[in-house]
């Protein structure tokens, strides 16, 4: 059970996946694009769907992206999502449109609905046109169901440089029925804000409009993947997206619904849990990294400090040496963009104290050293300047980083 500021109980699924929504299904295929790892997959949903999704704000938005906006657009309802790894169809012109669109087209025609009710997805290698012949044979393969397998083979078809795959599910009741969360994600690298590299796929079975499902995901993507990071990259691809099948029958959900809090509060964990996935799977890392910032004059200030801590070079590659050296994270902190007063500023890593009132305090460095050489690292800054409070999430900057983005395409 997790526990929120507002009591909320709500129950972590463990064994549950993105098709533990009612109403989902899922399957992923080797269709070709990758040696030999599945690399072509769908959600299918028994009804169209209220659906709700955001976008990397890079100037260069793949042609996936543009094809699932206007898929959406349409009427604000899906019904499926076809994705495929190995090639991004990113900076490939009017051609990486058509294939997008005729991705879009052989998927719908396959499962039988209306083509403005499936959304398209890649990530992979940019600048490269998709082999469409290849994707055109995967399509026919996929037999979406609503199987554990099926959810593993989905989670494995997107991955690309992953480690491992990334998948959450959550339940809580509203209106006295039980509505469940599932999701399924990708990335590892070109981590940054307004996402980067990074795919993020939710189903719920709540009962709600896609107006209202799009305000809540643009508040908790703010405070969950737009505060992670893994190298400071963006990239052409990213999405959010979540869909809706209603199956919970709970009473519609809107901002006025007495329990909008709660159905907001669920989101947030999944947002939050897949976001920290990514962040822990960052690529070559070692150790996950949370960044906890108190004190702030508003709640923008505390989330920029705790990025701007937490995407630093000198503080990842510090902690990936075990060197608790305090002076990179005052550095971050003193060229941020967020009101600091540089003389009540307090660090801690982990429980060891390290600053306070912006002077030094003398700590153990066996005991420090023993702290970061543990897989998950907490550090926490209090600026005394107000209440507000913001959180970030990344990892620490190794060797195998270097080689890993030396050798991409290879």
């Known amino acids: 059970m997790f526990t929120t500021t507002e009591d909320i109980k709500i129950k972590n699924l463990k064994s549950g996946s993105i098709v533990t929504p009612k109403g989902f299904k899922t399957a992923g295929v080797h269709a070709g ?8 997959g769908v959600i299918y949903c028994e009804v169209p769907a209220s659906c709700g999704a955001v976008y990397t ?10 094809v699932t906006q206007q898929s ?59 082999q469409m012949d290849k994707i055109a044979e995967g399509i026919k393969q996929l037999q979406p169901i609503q199987t554990s397998e099926a959810a593993e083979d989905f989670q494995t078809a997107i991955l690309t440089t992953d480690i491992v795959m990334k998948k959450a599910c959550y339940q809580l009741e509203i209106d006295g029925v039980t509505v469940t969360f599932g999701g399924a994600a990708k990335g590892s690298g070109m981590i940054h804000p307004n996402m980067a590299t990074m795919l993020a796929f939710i ?15 643009g508040e908790m993507t703010d405070i969950t993947f737009n505060q992670i990071t893994v190298d400071g990259e963006t990239s052409t691809n990213d999405t959010v997206l979540v869909m809706a099948s209603g199956f919970a029958e709970n009473k519609t959900l809107s901002p006025n619904h007495p329990e909008w809090n709660k159905f907001k509060s669920g989101l947030h964990l999944i947002f939050q849990d897949l976001a920290k996935q990514i962040a822990r799977d960052g690529e070559g890392a070692t150790k996950l990294v949370e960044v ?13 400090i705790a990025k701007k801590i937490v995407g630093s070079n000198l503080v990842k590659t510090a902690i990936y040496g ?41 700590f153990s460095e066996e005991l420090a050293k023993e702290y970061l050489s ?28 270097v080689k890993i983005n030396a050798s991409y395409r290879t």
């Not at 704000?57 to 543009?66: I, R, T």
């Open 33 to 40: 694009l990758r040696y030999a790892k599945k690399d072509l």
């Open 57 to 66: 704000q890079s100037h260069f938005q793949a042609a996936p992206l543009k």
């Open 374 to 401: 543990q897989d998950e690292i907490i550090i926490e800054v209090h600026l005394h300047l107000g209440e507000s409070t913001g959180t970030a999430w990344g990892c620490d900057l190794t060797y195998d980083y």
């Open 72 to 130: 959406i657009a349409m009427e604000q309802k899906l019904q499926a999502l076809i994705v495929n790894s190995a090639c991004a169809n990113a900076c490939t012109g009017e051609q990486g449109m058509l294939d997008a669109f005729k991705m879009r087209d052989l998927c719908a025609e396959h499962l039988g609905i209306d083509n403005h009710l499936v959304a398209v997805s890649s990530t992979g290698v940019i600048g490269e046109l998709l």
């Open 203 to 217: 189903t719920t079975d709540a009962n709600i409009e896609s107006e209202h499902l799009q305000t809540a995901i």
């Open 292 to 304: 906890k910032v108190h004190g702030a004059t508003t709640n923008k200030d505390a989330n920029i």
């Open 322 to 362: 075990t060197d608790a050296n305090w002076g990179r994270i005052i550095g971050a902190i003193g060229h941020s963009d967020a009101e600091v007063n540089p003389e009540t500023v307090d660090v801690s890593i982990g429980s060891i104290e390290m600053l306070k009132g912006s002077q030094p305090v003398a």
